[in-house]
């Protein structure tokens, strides 16, 4: 199995990275989205991966429980993707959810129904590894200027 990972909007700013996950297969087709850090040349626990192309391994977490675990990520280690809402529960790794929304008031968009999401991507992937490949889409959106109002971005 091969999953996409396309990264749509970058904000600089507030450090937070959306994207979508996308399976091109004509018999299973699957789409969620994803939040991760923004890149900050894959510094641990605060950046995005690099673009590029990943092994992918089922994994269990202490934390998270069943999730998955991104292979040969260079200079970094145990990158999962797992549940989470808000960029804020990111330390590097790549959260899922069905789609974005507004979960408070602090202006950022976040993921919702990220547990179940997963349990698909778990489901679909049937206890075998898959690749990766991960790569900014050409009309990635990113935003490096200050606003007052932080729904300006949106």
């Known amino acids: 199995m091969m999953m996409l990972l396309e990264r749509i909007r970058d904000n600089g700013i507030l450090n937070y ?9 004509v018999e299973l087709p ?7 850090p923004t890149d900050l040349f894959n510094q641990p626990f605060v950046s995005c991966i ?3 192309v990943y092994e992918v391994f089922p994994h269990v977490s202490p934390t998270f429980g069943d999730c ?3 292979k040969d990520v260079k200079d970094r280690q145990h990158i999962l993707i797992h549940p989470l809402n808000k ?3 990111t330390e590097g790794c790549i959260g899922v959810g069905s789609r974005f929304s507004h979960l408070d ?3 950022v968009l976040d993921i919702i129904d990220s547990k179940n999401t997963l349990q698909k991507l778990l489901k679909l992937a049937d206890g075998k590894p898959f690749q990766l490949h991960i790569f900014d889409s050409e009309k990635k959106q990113v935003f490096y200027h200050v606003a007052a109002n932080r729904k300006a971005f949106y």
């Open 68 to 70: 998955f675990l991104v």
């Open 30 to 36: 699957f789409h969620f989205v994803a939040v991760e």
């Open 105 to 107: 008031e602090d202006g």
């Open 17 to 25: 990275s959306l994207g979508q996950f996308v399976r091109t297969s």
């Open 87 to 89: 960029f804020k529960q």
């Open 50 to 52: 690099p673009a590029g």
